[in-house]
């Protein structure tokens, strides 16, 4: 482990393969001679994916499914195995985002229900799928594209935080596990790209990598298989929560009241006795990573 890794010949799934981060990378990953297996909701989506991965020369197949369903999950496991036997690489990418304070979610239990849904379980249950017989031909590799909120722990984003966290943390447990097979896992703590998920948010236009910037991180990982992807403000606010627990508490809480939720975040109509303390004003950020 370390050393580049060829993806020639490989099978790399991807989900979330039909934009941003997760299309990127795709056809990153098919430039260097892998076959790459898109999996996302969108059907027509994938297939332009594919069909411009082939016209470039490189080979791909679309599996569309819906990864919040558990049936949907497993019958696509089977049907990857079936079709290739193990899958060599597996990019947990697909995922969804929510921007919203825990002052305006005590009724919003669902938010932690569709955000677990996605960005934890159904990665979880194809990870779990796909393992056996990555650890039967002794060779596999899982990148987790996570978020540097992971370190950070931003306010606002619990929700999304937590669930992340949790594929965070189970694929470091199952990576120890897994050692002697020769199967390993990144997370991938990404900052801000610019893609569909932070497009609607105003204040973050022209900010951040561009989803081909990410996808040779992606690649990257692919190839030299490193345990975490960190940015440096990440590290650093980890570092902070770790030395300077309270004082960073109280940083943060002044960052929160600086920004508060989105009118989408409110609901357009929300009377003000509904914002969080601190929180007036509306910034336009309804979801980022
Ligand atoms: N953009 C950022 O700043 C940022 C930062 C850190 C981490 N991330 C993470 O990066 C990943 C990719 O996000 P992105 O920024 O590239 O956003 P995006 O363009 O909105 O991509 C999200 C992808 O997830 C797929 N997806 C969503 N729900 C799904 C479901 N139920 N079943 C199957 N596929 C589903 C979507 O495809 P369909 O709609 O076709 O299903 C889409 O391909 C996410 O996990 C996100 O949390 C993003």
Redesign the pocket.
Same mark, same amino acid.
């Given at each position: 482990m370390g050393d580049d890794v060829s993806l020639a010949g490989r099978t790399v799934l991807v989900?979330? %393969?039909?934009?941003?981060? /997760?299309?990127a990378t795709a056809r990153l990953v098919a430039t260097e001679g892998a076959h790459v297996l898109l999996?996302?909701?969108?059907e027509d989506?994938?297939d332009r994916v594919r069909t411009t991965i082939e016209v470039a020369g490189g080979r791909a197949t679309a599996y569309p499914?819906?990864?919040?369903?558990y049936a949907a999950i497993d019958a696509l496991v089977e049907r990857l195995l079936a079709e290739h036997g193990a899958v060599d690489y597996l990019v947990?990418?697909?995922?969804?985002?929510i921007r919203r304070s825990v002052a305006l979610s005590y009724d919003r239990f669902h938010d932690v229900e569709r955000s677990m %849904?996605?960005?934890f379980f /159904?990665p979880v249950r194809l990870t779990l799928g796909l393992l056996p017989a990555m650890r039967v031909q002794r060779f596999g590799h899982v990148v987790n594209?996570?978020?540097?909120?992971v370190q950070m722990k931003a306010p606002k984003f619990s929700a999304?935080i937590a669930s992340?966290t949790a594929l965070d943390s189970w694929s470091r447990v199952a990576a120890r596990e897994a050692y002697a097979d020769n199967v390993t896992f990144t997370n991938?703590?990404?900052?801000?790209?610019?893609?569909?998920?932070?497009a609607p948010t105003e204040a973050?236009r022209g900010h951040?990598a561009t989803?081909e910037q990410?996808a040779r991180k992606v690649l990257k990982a692919l190839q030299k298989r490193p345990i975490h992807v960190n940015t440096f403000a990440g590290n650093v606010g980890e570092l902070m929560n770790l030395l300077a627990p309270r004082l960073t508490e109280w940083l943060f809480h002044r960052f929160d009241r600086r920004f508060p939720d989105s009118r989408a975040a409110r609901g357009d109509d929300a009377p003000a006795a509904t914002r969080p303390p601190g929180g007036a004003g509306s910034g336009a950020r309804p979801r980022?990573?």
């Amino acid at each position: 482990m370390g050393d580049d890794v060829s993806l020639a010949g490989r099978t790399v799934l991807v989900t979330g %393969a039909s934009s941003g981060i /997760g299309e990127a990378t795709a056809r990153l990953v098919a430039t260097e001679g892998a076959h790459v297996l898109l999996v996302a909701r969108r059907e027509d989506e994938l297939d332009r994916v594919r069909t411009t991965i082939e016209v470039a020369g490189g080979r791909a197949t679309a599996y569309p499914c819906d990864l919040t369903n558990y049936a949907a999950i497993d019958a696509l496991v089977e049907r990857l195995l079936a079709e290739h036997g193990a899958v060599d690489y597996l990019v947990n990418n697909a995922g969804r985002s929510i921007r919203r304070s825990v002052a305006l979610s005590y009724d919003r239990f669902h938010d932690v229900e569709r955000s677990m %849904a996605i960005n934890f379980f /159904g990665p979880v249950r194809l990870t779990l799928g796909l393992l056996p017989a990555m650890r039967v031909q002794r060779f596999g590799h899982v990148v987790n594209i996570v978020t540097w909120g992971v370190q950070m722990k931003a306010p606002k984003f619990s929700a999304y935080i937590a669930s992340k966290t949790a594929l965070d943390s189970w694929s470091r447990v199952a990576a120890r596990e897994a050692y002697a097979d020769n199967v390993t896992f990144t997370n991938m703590r990404f900052s801000l790209v610019q893609t569909a998920m932070t497009a609607p948010t105003e204040a973050y236009r022209g900010h951040g990598a561009t989803p081909e910037q990410a996808a040779r991180k992606v690649l990257k990982a692919l190839q030299k298989r490193p345990i975490h992807v960190n940015t440096f403000a990440g590290n650093v606010g980890e570092l902070m929560n770790l030395l300077a627990p309270r004082l960073t508490e109280w940083l943060f809480h002044r960052f929160d009241r600086r920004f508060p939720d989105s009118r989408a975040a409110r609901g357009d109509d929300a009377p003000a006795a509904t914002r969080p303390p601190g929180g007036a004003g509306s910034g336009a950020r309804p979801r980022s990573g």
